[in-house]
C-alpha cells in the first residue's frame, strides 16, 4: 500500500528509541524525511545515524516552552516546517497510591506527557493549516480509558490527551490537519524494560519470567498474552499520517493486544 508519504517531512518527539524510532524507521522507507527530537541529545543522534539518510537529530527539553520555540526556529532554519507530526515523548511517572502521589508527582507526568504535546502542536500546527496538510498523531496509552491505580499520574495524563486530541481535530480538519490518537499497551520499548527489570529484581527472578507474571496479574485481558513491538504501534501511526487516513479525524486507534475489556465506543 502506498501510503503516499514521498517528499513529506515528519517531526518525530520522543525519536531516540522505542516507537518513536520505529515509527521514522516506517516513515522513511515510505519516503518521508524525518526530524527526530529527543531529551538525550547523544542518543537521538545514534538514532539518526543509525537510520541513515533522511534521517536528522535536534536535542530539545519539550518541558521547556522556551526550549520548543527554539526548536520551531531550528526546524524552519534548518529544514523545512514538517507536514506530519507525531508526539510520542512521554515518561511513566511516580507510581504508587493515588493519595501519595506528590504535587512534584502530578507536575511531572502532566508537564511531560501532556504539556509536551500543547507546546509541540502550538508551534507546527498553524503552518500546516496555512499549507491546507497535515497529520497529527498523539501517542496516548491503554491507561487513558483503563486507569490502573498505581499509575494514576500517567493515567491523568494520558487522558487529557485523548480529549485534548479530540478537541483539537474539530478546528483544524477544516484546514486539512487531521488529528489522531493512538493508544498502545505494553509495548517492548526501554520504557516497560525498565518496569519489568525493577519487578525482576525485586522478585529475584529474569525479566522474561517478570514479563510473564506481570501479564498473568495485572494485564489478563491481553489476550495475545505477550509485549507488542514497537514496529507494530508504527503501523498504525504510519496509516494515519498518510493520504490513506483521509476520512479519520479524531478517533482513537487502541494497538493494544486487547488489553483493553470494553468495547472501543
Given at each position: ?19 518513536g ?36 537529530a ?7 516552552t ?10 524552519q ?20 497510591h ?34 491546507g ?5 498523539i ?8 486507569p490502573?491505580a ?27 490537519v ?15 524494560d525498565?518496569?519489568?527489570d ?14 510473564k ?8 485481558f ?9 514496529e507494530?504501534?508504527?503501523?498504525a ?13 479524531g ?15
Amino acid at each position: 500500500m502506498d501510503l503516499g508519504l514521498t517528499g513529506k517531512t515528519a517531526l518525530i518527539t520522543g525519536g531516540a528509541s522505542g516507537i518513536g524510532r520505529a515509527t521514522a524507521r516506517l516513515l522513511l522507507d515510505e519516503g518521508a524525511r524525518v526530524i527526530l527530537v529527543d531529551l538525550n541529545g547523544d542518543k537521538v543522534a545514534d538514532a539518526a545515524e543509525a537510520l541513515g539518510k533522511g534521517a536528522h537529530a535536534l536535542q530539545a527539553d519539550l518541558g521547556e516552552t522556551d526550549q520548543v520555540k527554539g526548536l520551531v526556529e531550528t526546524v524552519q532554519e534548518r529544514f523545512t516546517l514538517p507536514d506530519i507530526v507525531v508526539c510520542a515523548a512521554g515518561v511513566t511517572g511516580a507510581k504508587g497510591h493515588p493519595l501519595e502521589m506528590t504535587d512534584g508527582d502530578w507536575d511531572e507526568a502532566w508537564n511531560v506527557d501532556f504539556m509536551s504535546v500543547v507546546r509541540t502542536l502550538r508551534g507546527f500546527v498553524p503552518p500546516m493549516e496555512k499549507k491546507g496538510w497535515g497529520r497529527v498523531v498523539i501517542v496516548s496509552s491503554e491507561n487513558a480509558v483503563q486507569p490502573y491505580a498505581d499509575e494514576v499520574v500517567y493515567n491523568v495524563a494520558k487522558a487529557g490527551l485523548l480529549n485534548f486530541a479530540k478537541a483539537l481535530s474539530r478546528v483544524t480538519a477544516a484546514s486539512g490537519v487531521l488529528v489522531n490518537t493512538v493508544s498502545p499497551a505494553f509495548i517492548e520499548t526501554p520504557m516497560t524494560d525498565g518496569m519489568m527489570d525493577k519487578r525482576a529484581e525485586a522478585e529475584g527472578i529474569g525479566r522474561d519470567e517478570a514479563v510473564k507474571r506481570f501479564l498473568d496479574e495485572e494485564r489478563p485481558f491481553l489476550e495475545l498474552k505477550r509485549r507488542g513491538k514497537p514496529e507494530e504501534v508504527a503501523a498504525a501511526i504510519a496509516f494515519l499520517c498518510s493520504d490513506q487516513a483521509s476520512f479519520v479525524v479524531g478517533a482513537n486507534y487502541r494497538v493494544d493486544g486487547g488489553s483493553v475489556a470494553t468495547m472501543a465506543v
